[in-house]
């Protein structure tokens, strides 16, 4: 998921559960582009060098620590990165809804239906 605030979700795809998250990340900052100066804050899970080299291709500025055990690690912004909770916080109220986190739909297109409207029930909240 991509999100500009705790409140607004930008873009969302879904993922195999046996699947690692970066490939689907990558495919969403592909589809996006920044405008003016934007960061884009990701976990240790989209720190490889492919994602964050798109990212800067994109026109963001990457907000990611390095994994512990990186050769040459890199400097980023910890104070921007302590934002990135906004991000889980938007999740967490997506998860208030049963049907997401127990995942009772089966149907990929049923899943994301009702992940939009657990969206849009959280924003007009």
């Not at 990340?25 to 989209?46: N, P, S, V």
């Not at 990186?70 to 912004?77: L, Q």
Request: hydrophobic letters at 40%.
């Amino acid at each position: 998921m991509v999100s500009a605030t705790d409140r607004i979700s930008v873009k969302f795809s879904l993922s195999a559960g046996q699947c690692h998250d970066a490939p689907q990340g990558r495919k969403l900052i592909e589809q996006m582009e920044a405008t003016e100066q934007c960061f884009l804050l990701m976990d240790r899970a989209y720190e490889d060098d492919l994602t964050r080299e798109l990212a800067v291709k994109q026109g963001y500025t990457p907000v990611v620590p390095p994994k512990k055990n990186r050769k040459n690690p890199w400097d980023y912004d910890k104070e921007m990165y302590k934002r990135r909770n906004e991000v889980e916080r938007l999740f967490r109220r997506i998860k208030r809804f049963r049907r997401v986190f127990t995942r009772y739909e089966k149907l990929d297109v049923m899943f994301i239906a009702f992940i939009t409207i657990a969206l849009i029930v959280d924003t007009i909240k």
